[in-house]
């Protein structure tokens, strides 16, 4: 089990990846109607993963415990939108298609805080896959001891191939996220490599923070609820401040609300069949 859960961290990492790879083969630019369209993909399987694959679990794994069902799940989506909300204001980073930096004055280059601004969206990818592996792997033992084992014994709502839907689900976003990080890299006239890496290290946030969220789950097991929603709570800050006004600008905006529907429902059936 151990080793599902190590893989499965690195597969949205895997994705976005395998995205920045695109800049080895592809033009110095997307069109605008294909970043729509890819944007608006991301957005619909972040808004999915967050219902079906953490809100929803979150409270049924409160009700399980005995506690109110709604109440995790609001405290932890709350929070979650206010750790965003002050990430955004403390870390400087430019958006793709944005002429001013958000965050604090800095004297960092335009290319670095385009990196920073993709890092900052993938921190709650991170969260979300690390948080659902924590349910995943804390009922059977092993990621806390013996007593929490017991505690949470047969009350897991998350399955491993819950777990595997929604890692695939975020890597499955996560590619073309790693091309709109790299291709505009190339663009700002950085070498092809350098702009893979870059595209390839934005990314690398995801399984340290799955890493750091099973941790934290591990040490206090009655908080997972707070956590899976939590998670899903930054997803939707991300998309709602970030993703839908990317997608919706310039003519056309139809393109990124058409592929933000096929996103949705490619995470919605991706863990519906295999939760």
Request: aromatic share 10%; net charge negative.
């Amino acid at each position: 089990m151990i080793q599902d859960a190590f893989w499965g961290i690195l597969i949205p990492f895997l994705g976005t990846s395998l995205g920045a790879g695109c800049v080895f083969f592809l033009k110095n630019s997307l069109r605008d109607g294909i970043q729509r369209a890819l944007t608006g993909f991301a957005a619909g399987v972040m808004v999915a993963a967050s219902v079906w694959s953490l809100l929803i679990p979150a409270m049924e794994q409160a009700a399980d415990l005995g506690r109110l069902a709604f109440f995790p799940a609001a405290v932890g989506f709350w929070l979650g939108i206010l750790f965003l909300l002050l990430l955004d204001h403390l870390i400087p980073h430019l958006h793709q298609n944005s002429l001013q930096a958000e965050g604090p004055k800095s004297q960092l280059q335009r290319t670095t805080m385009m990196v920073l601004a993709v890092t900052l969206h993938n921190i709650p990818e991170g969260m979300a896959v690390g948080v659902v592996y924590a349910g995943y792997l804390i009922p059977e033992g092993m990621a806390v001891g013996v007593v929490y084992a017991g505690y949470l014994a047969g009350t897991a709502q998350i399955t491993a191939a819950g777990a595997l839907a929604l890692s695939l689900g975020i890597a499955i976003q996560n590619f073309p996220e790693g091309a709109i990080i790299s291709m505009p890299l190339r663009a700002e006239g950085m070498k092809k490599g350098r702009a893979f890496w870059g595209g390839v290290l934005s990314g690398i946030v995801e399984p340290i923070g799955a890493v750091l969220t099973i941790l934290a789950a591990g040490i206090v097991v009655p908080a997972l609820p707070y956590l899976l929603s939590f998670a899903a709570g930054a997803m939707l800050y991300v998309v709602v401040e970030e993703l839908i006004p990317e997608m919706s600008q310039g003519q056309h905006s139809n393109v990124g609300t058409v592929f933000f529907a096929v996103g949705f429902s490619v995470m919605m059936v991706l863990d519906v069949a295999l939760g």
